[in-house]
């Protein structure tokens, strides 16, 4: 069956500008997260959502990030007056359930390379 | 200190040998635990699941030390397509949907 599926696959936006990431997760899983990865780095967790809801904004580094998430399926990720240090592959993962009371896999989609110029 | 530490590397090793990753955490309240893998510039992917009793799933084995907040991977006899990078993943009790990445250990293995 289809996985999770991230668009744009590549993105170059100049600093300043404001760009939305979408992720299409994998149709019945209920939870959603969307992290950042810069090169050579691990995952960094920006935000989770259960159905809608997103109990744990955390993670997102600014108030220039924001995440929403409609009919329990697609999200999208914006990112205001975009910097440099933006730049990264933002990574998207769904699972039937939240990963942390059960062993439910995180499944990831290919990522979107955002740069920064 | 970092919530999830691992050894960067890399390890490079010879095929066939055994190798072992180590990952620390600091969080005792954590609860999941998971090794996953990444290739060079492609997604993670879920190796394996870390139970408390520790588990084995072919060459691999995953042990979990719960006192000494750290958890383990080992690899048997490795192949070639065992190179990538390992990720150890942790999560909260209280906060089920998220998880903490390592940075990640390096594995080269080598004919």
């Known amino acids: 069956g289809a996985g999770v599926s991230q668009s744009p696959s590549n993105k170059v936006t100049e600093k300043g500008k404001d760009v939305e990431l979408r992720c299409d997760p994998i149709?019945?899983?209920?939870?959603l997260y969307w992290y950042r990865q810069s090169l050579g780095q691990g995952l960094e967790f920006l935000i989770y959502?259960?159905?809608?809801?997103?109990?744990?904004k955390s993670g997102l580094p600014s108030d220039r990030f924001s995440a929403e998430r409609t009919g329990g399926s697609v999200s999208t990720l914006t990112i205001q007056r975009t910097q440099q240090e933006d730049s990264a592959v933002y990574l998207c993962a769904s699972s039937l359930g939240l990963a942390g009371g059960s062993t439910y896999e995180q499944y990831f989609g290919p990522g979107t390379r955002l740069t920064v110029t | 200190r970092k919530e999830v530490e691992q050894d960067p590397g890399p390890f490079n090793v010879p095929e066939g040998a055994t190798v072992a990753f180590n990952c620390t955490y600091s969080n005792s309240a954590s609860q999941s635990f998971f090794w996953y893998r990444q290739d060079c510039r492609k997604e993670p992917k879920l190796l394996m699941s870390?139970?408390?009793s520790g588990n084995e799933d072919g060459r691999f084995t995953a042990q979990l030390n719960r006192a000494s907040q750290y958890i383990s991977l080992l690899i048997r006899d490795s192949k070639l397509s065992d190179s990538a990078t390992y990720l150890c993943?942790?999560?909260?009790?209280?906060?089920?949907?998220?998880?903490?990445f390592g940075d990640g250990t390096t594995l080269t293995v080598k004919p």
């Open positions: 149709s019945g899983h209920t939870a």
């Open positions: 993943v942790v999560n909260e009790r209280t906060n089920a949907g998220k998880s903490t």
């Open positions: 959502f259960q159905g809608n809801s997103a109990p744990d």
């Open positions: 870390v139970y408390s």
